[in-house]
């Protein structure tokens, strides 16, 4: 089956500075690929995603790359602020509605003021 | 409008006892999921229904293990006999159809089995 890893687990960032997480996933069928941010005490919270048909996306201050070939996926804050401090999580899914999200460990992002 | 609620927030229990949680998906969302998320990890599938019947339960650990769906809507997780290792987050997450790619996902219910 699916097996998505994500790097770094941790990532610290001076305020205004950019932060970058990183993915690959396995299963070459995969074709969507969400982003989550999950706050202390709180559930995940969908903050971007891409399809497998697009090569990036872009969301103000978020963006997602995809590299179908070399089967990995990142995500680009800009201008990060301290509020973008928690714990991001990447995803894959082959076929949505028939098959579950995969998800990797996880990114603790701390953002420095 | 309203999202994903699980109740309770948190629930602890004794090692071989029975819990049932709760979840009410977003009003109109015919998909419904659910996972469970250990310390430090990603969440991790359990089972998914389309309307009331479970579409994939390959996700449940073992037999102690049942979720419900009767009226298509609000679904209850039962665990059996819990054992120390269930304690985690139990996730829940809701999707417009099954067709429709973006999850919705609940503040989750804690569970502590001591």
């Known amino acids: 089956g699916e097996n998505v890893e994500q790097h770094p687990s941790t990532l610290s960032v001076q305020e205004g500075d950019s932060a970058v997480i990183k993915c690959t996933y396995s299963?070459?069928?995969?074709?969507?690929f969400p982003w989550y941010k999950q706050e202390l005490g709180k559930g995940p919270q969908l903050i971007i995603d891409i399809r497998s048909n697009v090569g990036e996306k872009k969301d103000q201050r978020i963006a997602v790359t995809l590299n179908k070939t070399a089967k990995h996926f990142s995500l680009h804050i800009t201008e990060t602020q301290p509020e973008d401090s928690a714990v991001y999580f990447c995803a894959a899914e082959v076929n949505p509605g028939n098959t579950p999200l995969v998800f990797g460990k996880g990114t603790r992002l701390s953002v420095i003021a | 409008g309203a999202g994903v609620s699980q109740t309770p927030s948190n629930k602890v229990t004794e090692k071989g006892k029975y819990v049932e949680l709760r979840c009410d998906p977003i009003?109109?969302?015919?998909?419904l999921y659910w996972y469970r998320q250990s310390l430090g990890q990603g969440p991790e599938f359990l089972i998914y229904?389309?309307?009331?019947?479970?579409?994939?339960d390959s996700g449940l650990p073992n037999d102690r293990f049942f979720a419900v769906r009767p009226e298509g809507s609000v679904s209850t997780l039962k665990i059996q006999r819990t054992e120390r290792g269930d304690s985690a987050v139990y996730l829940c997450?809701?999707?417009?159809?099954?067709?429709?790619?973006?999850?919705?996902f609940g503040p989750g219910t804690r569970l502590t089995v001591t």
């Open positions: 299963d070459s069928a995969s074709n969507y």
């Open positions: 997450a809701s999707s417009q159809t099954s067709a429709s790619y973006e999850q919705y």
């Open positions: 229904f389309q309307g009331t019947g479970a579409a994939d």
């Open positions: 009003s109109g969302h015919t998909a």
